[in-house]
């Protein structure tokens, strides 16, 4: 039976892991239209219920529950070893959980799907380190991460239409690279890098976006620009940040989630869980 959670979510001290927290439907986004295919009647894009994941004897997950509507923004903190990386991959089908289920809108059951099948529905991920082709220029890059069939049949006889020019012509104005369009990957800089996946990730219209700590080693300018993207982003697509910087996490996120110890410690604004007695035990250092 699937959980109905509770409209409202208190933020008080907690000893043991709270079940509950995780549990709110009440948040940005709701009630928008998702993309073609997906069925979010709810206006949650992401369910996990009852997650738990287990290497060797030790919880990395620990019965967490977390809802993402459709179109938010929503940002995942917590100390090293809160389960952050491990929830990402439960999302993206690269770990399966021992307990729980993971549901991508209504009907798709992300713990019954290939990592291929995950991504074809509409989960794009990004890690940390940029992972673009960098002997190849930013075009040759977006043409590449497009959503066309990729056998070396089609590949071969492949060619642009006027409709996906103006894709990759929209994309790269949106992540700022249309002055670089020829330019080898490899050139760029980090930031730029980073850029440029998140721009591949966008040629296959993503309806759920994950980033793991995107504004890492960037400049001041760099980190400034990925905030301005990201709340632009947001509304078209759902995006789940992963961040350790408390300065960028409160220029963007409207709703922040806090793990620990592999569960859901508290939600709310960034304003709110600072706040939080044992957030601020737990997680701050005060």
């Known amino acids: 039976m699937r959980i109905t959670p509770t409209a409202d979510f208190m933020l008080e001290p907690i000893l043991e892991p709270n079940k509950d927290a995780g549990a709110s439907r009440d948040a940005i986004g709701l009630g928008q239209a998702a993309g073609k295919g997906l069925n979010t009647r709810h206006g949650t894009i992401l369910t996990l219920e009852d997650i738990s994941v287990s290497f060797d004897g030790f919880k990395a997950l620990n019965d967490l529950n977390l809802y993402i509507g459709v179109g938010e923004l929503r940002c995942i903190i917590g100390p090293n070893g809160a389960g952050k990386t491990t929830l990402m991959d439960v999302i993206t089908g690269k770990t399966r959980p021992t307990h729980g289920k993971a549901w991508f809108g209504e009907t798709l059951d992300l713990t019954q799907m290939s990592e291929v099948r995950i991504a074809q529905a509409g989960i794009g991920r990004k890690f940390q380190k940029p992972t673009v082709f960098e002997a190849l220029s930013v075009f040759e ?74 504004v890492a080693g960037m400049t001041d300018a760099e980190t400034e620009f990925t905030a301005e993207l990201f709340k632009r982003l947001a509304g078209k697509h759902s995006l789940m940040v992963v961040e350790h910087d408390m300065g960028f996490v409160g220029s963007i996120a409207d709703h922040v989630t806090v793990l620990h110890q592999g569960s859901v410690l508290a939600e709310g604004s960034l304003e709110q869980v600072q706040e939080n007695e044992r957030v601020i035990e737990v997680y701050l250092g005060r």
Not at 179 to 185: K, L
Not at 200 to 208: A, E, H, S
């Open 141 to 214: 890059n977006l043409e590449l991460a497009q959503k066309t069939d990729k056998s070396v049949w089609a590949s071969l006889r492949a060619k642009l239409s006027g409709e996906q020019k103006e894709r990759i012509d929209e994309v790269l104005e949106t992540i700022r690279l249309t002055a670089s369009v020829e330019r080898q990957a490899g050139l760029l800089s980090h930031g730029q890098k980073q850029f440029l996946e998140i721009g591949m990730l966008l040629m296959q219209d993503p309806q759920l976006l994950l980033l793991d700590e995107p």
